[in-house]
């Protein structure tokens, strides 16, 4: 089962301070522009908000189309994949995307963020774009 996450706070890169809820997942343009090659920044802090659950992985992917369909590149908290995801207190769901090279190639990018909870529950919390320059 999957359920979509708006609202979910990114403290420094949008003004959303209100807990997690059922509903359309919240879309953010990453600010800052990654040039290809280089260390991308991550993002520092993703929550904390409240669950049934606790928060057992989380992966970051990156797509060439909005529909996903041309995945390239997957970023996981469990190290299953190419890049890292860091849960940093389970309990209250929060994490962060640790600086790391990500192997895109220069254009427009889509990512989305999926959280599973130990109850096996997937939620799509964050999803949007960043730009690679060369």
Known sequence: MSYDLPNYAIPGLMPVTSPLSEGAPLHVNLPVYYKANEL??????????????????VKMEFALDSSFESMCLTLASDGSETGTVTITDAETWLFAVPAQELPLDVGLWFWRIHVTGDDAVTWRAHQGTLVIQP
């Open 40 to 57: 991308w920044d991550g993002i520092e802090s993703i929550g904390p908000t409240t669950r049934d659950s606790d928060a057992a992985t």
